[in-house]
């Protein structure tokens, strides 16, 4: 039973163009909404997280948005650069955080020049 | 920086054999994981553990067992590797408690012929 779907599975976008990673959730416990960036070779590293007590939350050209009554969020990447070609992972978990992270099935995003 | 590190970036075994995955952090973390990532399937948690000498089921348990004998170290046993156990294993770490930043280490490519 996938708990978080996220899509595309893969993605491609022009350098300075808006990378869009989307992902839904099932669970109403999950109050906390990790993004994971993974490099190849590399095991994933967090890149920004949101609670749901917030709609938007930014880190430089990273945004999540949160849309709590349509159980949704997303990762926006403004300007995106060759250095942003990654595995993307959303998860969740519950009891803020205190519970296991559930994760997506990841994005492969790949920026071209 | 805190530093997970597995034994093993590559492992090639048969199967029926017993496996030991070896994962040691350095930072006096109370948490730590062990996932499996598949191309399509994300990442799933095998077995976690909050405490020395304690563990919990994640959602694939199935044909793994842990130890935890010291703070810094956590083990994955495949009691007996199958062939559908060929995966990416992905150890990580967390400090506990309101903090959820999970660690990873760089995964141990393990292939089960």
């Known amino acids: 039973q996938q708990q978080v779907k996220q899509s595309p599975q893969s993605l491609i976008v022009q350098k300075g163009g808006i990378s869009i990673i989307n992902c839904a959730y099932e669970n109403t416990a999950f109050d906390y909404f990790p993004w994971y960036q993974q490099f190849p070779g590399k095991g994933p590293a967090l890149l920004i997280a949101i609670r749901p007590d917030v709609s938007e939350k930014k880190e430089g050209r990273f945004t999540i948005s949160f849309n709590k009554s349509a159980k949704q969020f997303s990762l926006h990447i403004m300007d995106s650069q060759p250095g942003d070609s990654a595995t993307y992972f959303c998860a969740a978990s519950a009891d803020f955080g205190n519970e296991k992270l559930t994760f997506g099935t990841g994005t492969r995003l790949t920026i071209i020049p | 920086d805190v530093k997970v590190t597995q034994s093993s970036r590559y492992l090639v075994k048969r199967t029926g054999e017993k496996v030991f995955l070896e994962c040691v952090q350095d930072m006096d973390h109370e948490n730590m994981f062990w996932y499996r990532q598949d191309p399509g399937l994300g990442l799933r948690l095998i077995y976690f553990?909050?405490?020395?000498?304690?563990?919990e089921k994640g959602d694939i348990p199935e044909g793994y067992s842990v130890s935890r004998e010291k703070k810094e170290r956590f083990s994955l046993i495949l009691e007996s590797a199958s062939t559908n156990q060929t995966s990416m294993y992905l150890c990580?770490?967390?400090?506990?408690?309101?903090?959820?930043?999970?660690?990873f280490g760089s995964g141990t490519q393990l292939s089960v012929l």
């Open positions: 990580a770490s967390s400090l506990g408690g309101d903090n959820e930043k999970l660690f």
């Open positions: 553990s909050y405490d020395v000498k304690m563990k």
